[in-house]
């Protein structure tokens, strides 16, 4: 009913910058909140970033200060702009939409494919 596509991944040096970008189609009365998470080859998937409706932002600890979550909510579309990126921050990144289905009005969790985002010299 929901689908979530991404875009931007790729490699890049140390220090450098990419911009993710995610956007949903489909039964949308509303997303209440947009996430971000990753997941390095072998460990668990960790939170990143989330802004709920009315903008308010979270970030993970290890982030903070280097990564922006943004949205626009007429593009049901959610950014993250990563800058001064580091090795650890090597892995796949999915997007996590909480969303309003027109059809039922009940609240489902969706989920991005996956982009790989791989900071190396």
């Known amino acids: 009913q929901v689908q979530l596509v991404e875009s931007g991944g790729g490699l890049v040096q140390p220090g450098g910058s990419l911009r993710l970008s995610c956007t949903a189609s489909?039964?949308?009365?509303?997303?209440?909140?947009m996430a971000w998470f990753r997941q390095a080859p072998g460990k668990r998937r960790d939170f990143v970033a989330t802004?709920?409706?009315?903008?308010?932002?979270v970030y993970a600890d290890s982030v903070k200060g280097r990564f922006a979550i943004s949205r626009d909510n007429a593009k049901n579309t959610v950014y993250l702009q990563m800058n001064s990126l580091k090795p650890e921050d090597t892995a796949v990144y999915y997007c996590?939409?909480?969303?309003?289905?027109?059809?039922?009005?009940?609240?489902?969790?969706?989920w991005g494919q996956g982009t790989q985002v791989t900071v190396s010299s």
């Open positions: 996590n939409f909480l969303v309003t289905l027109t059809t039922t009005l009940r609240q489902v969790d969706y």
């Open positions: 489909g039964s949308i009365h509303s997303i209440n909140s």
């Open positions: 802004i709920i409706d009315g903008g308010s932002t």
